[in-house]
């Protein structure tokens, strides 16, 4: 299995005025999310997700559709990933317990 740069089992979360986007990747194959909009309603979907290459992963929905993170930097306590064609930044919590 090819491995990534994507930290595992650590809380990412959007860096974001408007909008709340966390994850937590496991070794599993598994991404818990929360998602939604800040003072506005949240969903909590668990997503299956695939490593492309070291800076690249896949993440799979429920109903299939895919969303693909290249670029995956690591610079210190932030997570540089492009999202489908939009550059983003993440900051990275500590190790889960």
């Known amino acids: 299995m090819?491995?990534?740069?994507?930290?595992?089992d650590r809380r990412i979360e959007l860096v974001s005025?408007?909008?709340?986007?966390?994850?937590?990747f496991h070794a599993?194959?598994?991404?818990?999310?929360?998602?939604?909009t800040k003072d506005g309603p949240l969903a909590a979907p668990l997503f299956d997700y695939?490593?492309?290459?070291q800076d690249s992963i896949e993440i799979v929905g429920f109903d299939g559709r895919?969303?693909?993170?290249?670029g995956?930097?690591?610079e210190g306590d932030l997570?540089?990933?492009?999202?489908?064609?939009?550059?983003?930044v993440f900051t990275i919590g500590?190790?889960?317990?």
Not at 2 to 8: D, E, I, Q, R, V
Not at 50 to 53: D, I, L, N
């Open 2 to 8: 090819t491995t990534t740069a994507l930290p595992l």
């Open 94 to 97: 500590k190790t889960a317990p």
């Open 28 to 36: 599993s194959g598994k991404v818990a999310a929360t998602i939604g």
């Open 17 to 24: 005025d408007t909008l709340v986007n966390s994850f937590r």
């Open 50 to 53: 695939r490593v492309v290459s």
């Open 66 to 70: 895919i969303e693909r993170w290249t």
């Open 79 to 88: 997570l540089h990933v492009e999202r489908d064609g939009q550059w983003a």
């Open 72 to 74: 995956i930097r690591v």
